[in-house]
């Protein structure tokens, strides 16, 4: 398989977009109602995330606009006011971005040449002479459980628990221990793997976050990213196995990561227990009783429609071909690679693009043959690289909270929530104290119940899910702060990431 196959696409949206944290530890904010940009909240919401756009790039500086999620761009008047709207000449909202050693941008206005700064809560753009007030951390705003590919190397980094290191040796990222959760806390960055340990300086796995597992990042827009100790020392991949760890010469850009969601694999089982994997290259049959490198596939939906594509581990894609079969060599910009999903209960039945749903033949090929779905057109489907969930909804994480008993959805940090499988597409949710999940009579949810509960899961992105709970409502994020469950249909709020 060509390896190039699984280097990431052009850069979407989500990797240009970033959190800019003043001096005084507090966001650049957009603010709906006053037709200002201020610096005073304390986290990173949609409020306070913004699309780095470059239209020239050079080494240590680029040519950028920021424009806000509500499609408005960041703007610096002649009085050296800040506000918001469109750009009313081709240099109006542009700044020069500079990219500093510290990790640290500064943003001056091509126009007028001044800096953009806050004095803590008010954003202005008035001084030409550089000062500390001018520095902003950018923080990147996509979900925190992320991939971390070597553009050099051509590979994912992945954890290996047994020995207690992290290489970067890894074409493609259908592993659990490739995925890593970002931690942001005091300016630094904490890598968690699945198995729940840090990535420390001294180039070996911890049990617990502290100083020895903070790394500093230097961020460039389109998801570049490097860490570094702060003392000099930068991780990149070193020796023949690759190892990740601390170094002080790294050659070539090998310090340089695309920082990446974690992308979505699953294994899907038919109606006799047997998984879909794929033989002889490209047939795709029910063939297996276990689970193996050949039975996953990457789920890839962009969310806005119900239409669904699904990469083998081979780099192909599955596609509708001459009569009715479903073979793994598809390419993804083929309409024949295109299926649209209906979900039943956790498990989820695929219609080919002529109109006919996926099922087994009686030889165990998957054929798009019935007009009709039935037992035998629906199919188990088991995260394959997710032992847990991290959720953000519209007002943020899902996590516990120290000022309330219930769960909350407008966190800036996520809680794990362990994933126990029940049976297809149904799972115990389990909080990171060994407890499980527990529903109240009004919706809410508790993390210390001692009996496990039912929770369906179904997929409506590549990186998008609803929950329908015990209760028989789907689970959504309240503005209020508290996680609920009380939503017969879904709506926006009943989108989680993950």
């Known amino acids: 398989m060509d390896e190039v196959e699984w280097m990431p696409r052009q850069p979407k949206a989500e990797d240009l977009r970033v959190g800019l944290i003043s001096w005084a530890g507090s966001y650049l904010t ?14 990173l919401g949609r409020r306070q995330t913004w699309e780095i756009l470059v ?4 080494d240590t500086q680029a040519v950028v606009r920021l424009r806000s999620l509500q499609g408005l761009y960041l703007l610096c008047e002649a009085n050296g006011s800040v506000c918001y709207g469109r750009p009313k000449t081709s240099h109006h909202g ?14 001056q206005c091509i126009i007028s040449g001044r800096y953009l700064e806050s004095d803590g809560e008010n954003v202005f ?14 923080r990147p705003a996509l979900h925190a ?6 553009p050099l190397n051509h590979c994912y980094a992945r954890a290996d628990p047994t020995i207690g290191r992290v290489w970067v040796d890894t074409p493609i990222p259908c592993l659990e221990e490739c995925g890593f959760l970002l931690h942001f806390q005091d300016g630094c960055y904490h890598l968690e793997t699945s198995a729940h340990t840090f990535l420390s300086h001294l180039d070996r796995l911890v049990s617990e976050p502290s100083t020895q597992t903070a790394f500093h990042m230097q961020v460039r827009p389109g998801g570049l990213v490097a860490l570094s100790d702060g003392e000099g020392g930068m991780l990149y991949p070193q020796g023949p196995r690759l190892l990740l760890s601390l170094g002080s010469n790294p050659h070539r850009g090998e310090e340089w990561f695309i920082l990446k969601r974690c992308p979505t694999w699953v294994s899907l089982r038919s109606k006799t227990r047997k998984f879909l994997s794929v033989i002889y290259d490209t047939e795709v049959c029910a063939a297996s009783e276990h689970v193996i490198p050949v039975s996953l596939f990457q789920f890839e939906c962009d969310g806005e429609s119900p239409n669904l594509q699904i990469r083998s581990a081979n780099g192909c894609y599955l596609a509708q071909r001459r009569h009715r079969t479903i073979l793994a060599d598809g390419h993804p910009l083929e309409s024949d ?25 009686p030889n165990g090929l998957l054929m798009a043959n019935a007009t009709i779905p039935g037992p035998n057109e629906e ?20 996590g516990t909270s120290s000022e309330h008993d219930l769960l909350q959805c407008n966190m800036d940090q996520p809680d794990c929530i362990h994933l126990l499988p029940c049976r297809q597409g149904i799972y115990h949710f389990q909080a990171q104290s060994g407890s499980f999940w527990s529903i109240t009579s009004f919706g809410t949810f508790r993390p210390w119940g001692k009996f496990a509960l039912n929770f369906c899961i179904e997929l409506q992105g590549s990186n998008l899910l609803t929950v329908l709970a015990p209760n028989g409502f789907y689970m959504r994020s309240d503005r209020s702060g508290t996680l609920v469950a009380d939503s017969e249909d879904i709506t926006r709020e009943c989108i989680w990431e993950f």
């Open 30 to 43: 957009f603010e709906t109602y006053k037709n200002t940009v201020t610096a005073t909240a304390k986290g």
């Open 145 to 150: 459980h992320v991939i971390l590919y070597s």
């Open 94 to 107: 542009c700044f020069l971005l500079r990219f500093h050693r510290n990790g640290k941008w500064t943003l």
């Open 125 to 138: 753009c008035t001084s030409r002479v550089l000062s500390a007030y001018h520095m902003w951390t950018p």
């Open 55 to 58: 239209s020239n790039e050079h």
């Open 379 to 398: 199919f188990g489907i088991r995260l394959a690289n997710r032992p847990f969930l991290a959720l953000r909804g519209r007002y943020g994480y899902v």
């Open 337 to 361: 690679t295109f299926f649209r999903m209906h979900w039943n209960c956790g498990r989820i039945i695929l219609q080919s693009p002529n109109g006919r749903f996926l099922g087994i033949a």
